[in-house]
């Protein structure tokens, strides 16, 4: 060992220095269409369907507010300003705005427009604002219904191209901050009371700023947390500076891994810190424990580090794997955040274990035992408490069985509770304009999630046909009497307008003609209109149309059950002979999540557990010790998923890799117990007597863990971020949980099985 801890040091010294430059190559990302399900149809269909239209999230809409209302000859002068400026901003294709709008108006000599706004004239806004409040086009789409805030949409260039084979994410982050910037550099030209953002571009960019917040702070915190707790273990300065320096190696080594791989950060970023501060202490706290028992039970340093590697070293290996496994079940999931998180997650978790194993046992080979640690009272209050655990086990074994069974109908009960119902709004961080403006939005106005139907025309049948019109102003007109459907509009508008032109711009003239002859003398005006200004409603040879809207964020199963419903009045009251209709756009495609999120979390639990018996069978080659590793452990994830239930917390992607990271590092104590025990019997101890010395010797390091995972992974309560929030205060939780499940149905299980 002594020959070779040198050139040791000297190789991670430079993979340090390789590290530290991978670490300035990380980039940050965050795009909704991160989180589509790949390999799904209703995606297929999505990505034609936008291939013949366009994207339902090219647009940004900017709220501008005038608290004494905004029919106000200044405000308006602002705002029309605003828009017309805004045009010439570079990635802005189109603007839309009630200061910019026009009817038509038909005179006995041609058709002409008159504004919706007079800005000229003040005199006239008190019958301009009666028109406007009563148009249902305008009123939660362009101005909220209190008439205190007006929209200006802008249309802009598409930041991801959905249809690429690689999509490149890291280029559309620096589109959406070069739109935000010039959109902010307008605004700050004027001096609007208040103004909200809400688009796919302000998203990304402010979404991005909060994971890059995420992970320095929850490193700095984790890094504190864990230097307190090295300190209150060891003492001396030498065994708390191995132990911060192998922990915080892992970390580096891990990021700069990913930035030398091209690894992009996403949403579920934050966690990789604690992750791996986490993991690593884990692994520290095991070999230095077991280093520190042989050098006072007399052993030399050499032979010291080598039982340690050879007896801790196994368990540890074997710790990681399992733990590596656990998350690598999340690549069954369709969702590509969740597969990377599993990929880097599994990858960091084996990183943490090299170093441990190679760098800090290097290191520790080099210290005595008054290096590493100052003896004291702890020990003997460490053996107090666990000598206490060791005969409650056995005089309390019925307490702990009824116990048992308690929690484990408590947890069939909250299981039965959990929903999937996602909301946009309980992925936000908290305190943040993006979140406000988001509320803002979602109260005022139309809200974000956009929703779109597609219709397809049958047989030979055409859209500007009369009959598929109307079926087309039927399920329109049935959609919008939903009052979660905003801002509504089809290729039915055209015809609704003109009508409404032929009957004096009068609001409750905004429907489709009649009749047919009526709607062919409409069709005539029509066809003057630029195809390029209907091509976003209907596609070139008319076969296919949309009816596009935004959604109330009412969560992913409310929609469903409306989506149910819609498509059973569909049935009945449309002519399906003539039409197909098909609900799409991004707000389905994250939707399905909520289906594959169920099926992956079963698929990938069953695929851990499954790979961990194997993994178990080849450590202990006995199907008792198999069934004893794998009982304690399932408690913890039944709590979990009990916690979702009974806290109202909605399963969704974030959540979701909560499970893996449960069972991936709650199988850890089991394992260094199971091991431990076995090492014993191994020695010719019977049952109660390994039992014994299991809890003496490894129930220390066991307990100290579990700690420190407690109090890590509490560390997340810090995020702004509810998802994050969520995932610490659940998994710290459960781990606390499967210790204790450890320590006290593993003896039970020994003493009943292994006989």
């Given at each position: 060992?002594?020959?070779?801890?040198?050139?040791?040091?000297?190789?991670?010294?430079?993979?340090?220095?390789?590290?530290?430059?991978?670490?300035?190559?990380?980039?940050?990302?965050?795009?909704?269409?991160?989180?589509?399900?790949?390999?799904?149809?209703?995606?297929?269909?999505?990505?034609?369907?936008?291939?013949?239209?366009?994207?339902?999230?090219?647009?940004?809409?900017?709220?501008?507010?005038?608290?004494?209302?905004?029919?106000?000859?200044?405000?308006?002068?602002?705002?029309?300003?605003?828009?017309?400026?805004?045009?010439?901003?570079?990635?802005?294709?189109?603007?839309?705005?009630?200061?910019?709008?026009?009817?038509?108006?038909?005179?006995?000599?041609?058709?002409?427009?008159?504004?919706?706004?007079?800005?000229?004239?003040?005199?006239?806004?008190?019958?301009?604002?009666?028109?406007?409040?009563?148009?249902?086009?305008?009123?939660?789409?362009?101005?909220?219904?209190?008439?205190?805030?007006?929209?200006?949409?802008?249309?802009?260039?598409?930041?991801?191209?959905?249809?690429?084979?690689?999509?490149?994410?890291?280029?559309?982050?620096?589109?959406?901050?070069?739109?935000?910037?010039?959109?902010?550099?307008?605004?700050?030209?004027?001096?609007?009371?208040?103004?909200?953002?809400?688009?796919?571009?302000?998203?990304?960019?402010?979404?991005?700023?909060?994971?890059?917040?995420?992970?320095?702070?929850?490193?700095?915190?984790?890094?504190?947390?864990?230097?307190?707790?090295?300190?209150?273990?060891?003492?001396?300065?030498?065994?708390?500076?191995?132990?911060?320096?192998?922990?915080?190696?892992?970390?580096?080594?891990?990021?700069?891994?990913?930035?030398?791989?091209?690894?992009?950060?996403?949403?579920?970023?934050?966690?990789?810190?604690?992750?791996?501060?986490?993991?690593?202490?884990?692994?520290?706290?095991?070999?230095?424990?077991?280093?520190?028992?042989?050098?006072?039970?007399?052993?030399?340093?050499?032979?010291?580090?080598?039982?340690?590697?050879?007896?801790?070293?196994?368990?540890?290996?074997?710790?990681?794997?399992?733990?590596?496994?656990?998350?690598?079940?999340l690549l069954t999931s369709r969702v590509d955040p969740i597969r990377d998180f599993g990929i880097n997650a599994a990858l960091g978790v084996l990183v943490a274990f090299v170093t441990v194993i190679l760098f800090t046992t290097s290191l520790l080979s080099y210290l005595s035992v008054d290096q590493i640690v100052k003896i004291g009272r702890q020990q003997a209050f460490w053996d107090r408490l666990l000598e206490r655990s060791y005969q409650f086990t056995r005089?309390?074994?019925?307490?702990?069985?009824?116990?048992?069974?308690?929690?484990?109908?408590?947890?069939?009960?909250?299981?039965?509770?959990?929903?999937?119902?996602?909301?946009?709004?309980?992925?936000?961080?908290?305190?943040?304009?993006?979140?406000?403006?988001?509320?803002?939005?979602?109260?005022?106005?139309?809200g974000f999630r956009p929703f779109e139907m597609a219709i397809t025309a049958k047989d030979s049948a055409k859209i500007t046909d009369f009959e598929v019109m109307t079926q087309i102003g039927k399920i329109e007109d049935y959609i919008k009497q939903f009052p979660q459907v905003q801002s509504t509009a089809s290729i039915t508008t055209v015809y609704r307008s003109i009508n409404q032109m032929f009957n004096n711009n009068r609001p409750d003239a905004y429907d489709?003609?009649?009749?047919?002859?009526?709607?062919?003398?409409?069709?005539?005006?029509?066809?003057?209109?630029?195809?390029?200004?209907?091509?976003?409603?209907?596609?070139?040879?008319?076969?296919?149309?949309?009816?596009?809207?935004?959604?109330?964020?009412?969560?992913?199963?409310?929609?469903?059950?409306?989506?149910?419903?819609?498509?059973?009045?569909?049935?009945?009251?449309?002519?399906?002979?003539?039409?197909?209709?098909?609900?799409?756009?991004?707000?389905?495609?994250?939707?399905?999540?909520?289906?594959?999120?169920?099926?992956?979390?079963?698929?990938?639990?069953?695929?851990?557990?499954?790979?961990?018996?194997?993994?178990?069978?080849?450590?202990?080659?006995?199907?008792?010790?198999?069934?004893?590793?794998?009982?304690?452990?399932?408690?913890?994830?039944?709590?979990?998923?009990?916690?979702?239930?009974?806290?109202?917390?909605?399963?969704?992607?974030?959540?979701?890799?909560?499970?893996?990271?449960?069972?991936?590092?709650?199988?850890?104590?089991?394992?260094?117990?199971?091991?431990?025990?076995?090492?014993?019997?191994?020695?010719?101890?019977?049952?109660?007597?390994?039992?014994?010395?299991?809890?003496?010797?490894?129930?220390?390091?066991?307990?100290?863990?579990?700690?420190?995972?407690?109090?890590?992974?509490?560390?997340?309560?810090?995020?702004?971020?509810?998802?994050?929030?969520?995932?610490?205060?659940?998994?710290?939780?459960?781990?606390?949980?499967?210790?204790?499940?450890?320590?006290?149905?593993?003896?039970?299980?020994?003493?009943?099985?292994?006989?």
């Amino acid at each position: 060992m002594r020959k070779y801890r040198l050139p040791v040091l000297i190789s991670f010294a430079f993979f340090f220095v390789a590290a530290v430059y991978g670490c300035f190559q990380l980039k940050f990302t965050f795009d909704f269409s991160q989180f589509f399900p790949r390999g799904d149809d209703d995606l297929a269909f999505f990505l034609e369907f936008v291939e013949e239209f366009e994207g339902d999230d090219n647009f940004l809409l900017v709220a501008l507010e005038n608290p004494d209302g905004v029919f106000d000859s200044t405000f308006l002068n602002q705002a029309h300003s605003f828009a017309l400026e805004a045009r010439e901003l570079e990635m802005i294709e189109g603007v839309q705005s009630l200061t910019t709008f026009s009817y038509p108006l038909k005179t006995p000599f041609a058709v002409t427009t008159i504004p919706a706004i007079h800005l000229n004239e003040p005199a006239r806004f008190a019958a301009d604002s009666a028109r406007i409040m009563a148009d249902e086009r305008f009123v939660n789409n362009l101005i909220n219904k209190d008439a205190t805030a007006l929209v200006v949409l802008l249309k802009t260039q598409s930041l991801i191209n959905l249809n690429a084979e690689d999509v490149d994410v890291a280029s559309s982050l620096d589109k959406a901050k070069a739109l935000m910037a010039s959109v902010q550099g307008l605004m700050d030209q004027y001096d609007f009371v208040d103004y909200h953002y809400l688009g796919a571009a302000n998203f990304q960019q402010e979404m991005v700023a909060t994971q890059v917040r995420e992970v320095v702070v929850s490193a700095l915190i984790s890094g504190v947390l864990v230097t307190i707790i090295m300190f209150l273990l060891f003492r001396r300065p030498l065994g708390i500076l191995v132990s911060l320096v192998s922990i915080a190696l892992g970390l580096v080594l891990f990021l700069g891994i990913l930035g030398l791989l091209g690894r992009e950060l996403n949403a579920i970023a934050a966690l990789y810190p604690v992750l791996m501060i986490i993991v690593g202490t884990s692994d520290v706290i095991h070999i230095m424990s077991k280093y520190i028992d042989e050098l006072r039970a007399g052993k030399d340093k050499e032979t010291a580090i080598r039982i340690t590697i050879k007896e801790i070293g196994l368990a540890t290996l074997l710790t990681s794997l399992t733990t590596a496994v656990g998350f690598a079940t999340l690549l069954t999931s369709r969702v590509d955040p969740i597969r990377d998180f599993g990929i880097n997650a599994a990858l960091g978790v084996l990183v943490a274990f090299v170093t441990v194993i190679l760098f800090t046992t290097s290191l520790l080979s080099y210290l005595s035992v008054d290096q590493i640690v100052k003896i004291g009272r702890q020990q003997a209050f460490w053996d107090r408490l666990l000598e206490r655990s060791y005969q409650f086990t056995r005089v309390s074994a019925q307490k702990i069985k009824i116990g048992a069974v308690v929690v484990a109908i408590l947890c069939a009960v909250g299981i039965s509770m959990v929903t999937t119902n996602y909301r946009i709004e309980s992925a936000l961080p908290r305190g943040k304009k993006i979140t406000a403006d988001f509320l803002f939005f979602e109260r005022e106005l139309s809200g974000f999630r956009p929703f779109e139907m597609a219709i397809t025309a049958k047989d030979s049948a055409k859209i500007t046909d009369f009959e598929v019109m109307t079926q087309i102003g039927k399920i329109e007109d049935y959609i919008k009497q939903f009052p979660q459907v905003q801002s509504t509009a089809s290729i039915t508008t055209v015809y609704r307008s003109i009508n409404q032109m032929f009957n004096n711009n009068r609001p409750d003239a905004y429907d489709l003609p009649e009749d047919e002859a009526t709607y062919r003398k409409y069709q005539r005006l029509a066809k003057q209109i630029p195809p390029g200004n209907l091509n976003v409603l209907m596609n070139e040879d008319r076969t296919k149309a949309r009816i596009t809207s935004r959604f109330g964020d009412l969560g992913a199963d409310s929609v469903k059950v409306f989506m149910d419903r819609t498509y059973a009045w569909i049935n009945t009251n449309v002519d399906t002979s003539l039409v197909d209709v098909r609900a799409t756009g991004t707000g389905v495609i994250i939707d399905k999540n909520a289906e594959y999120i169920r099926r992956n979390l079963l698929q990938g639990l069953g695929l851990a557990i499954l790979i961990v018996c194997v993994l178990m069978g080849f450590l202990f080659k006995s199907w008792k010790m198999l069934l004893i590793s794998l009982v304690p452990n399932l408690l913890p994830l039944l709590l979990a998923g009990a916690m979702l239930g009974f806290l109202g917390i909605e399963l969704e992607a974030g959540v979701s890799i909560v499970f893996a990271i449960i069972f991936g590092i709650a199988v850890d104590d089991t394992i260094h117990f199971l091991a431990k025990y076995r090492l014993a019997r191994g020695r010719g101890m019977g049952v109660e007597e390994a039992i014994h010395l299991t809890f003496k010797e490894a129930g220390k390091a066991i307990v100290l863990t579990s700690i420190v995972l407690f109090f890590g992974f509490l560390v997340m309560l810090f995020s702004i971020n509810p998802p994050s929030v969520t995932i610490g205060l659940l998994i710290s939780l459960t781990l606390a949980s499967a210790v204790v499940s450890d320590l006290l149905l593993i003896p039970l299980l020994l003493r009943w099985l292994d006989k």
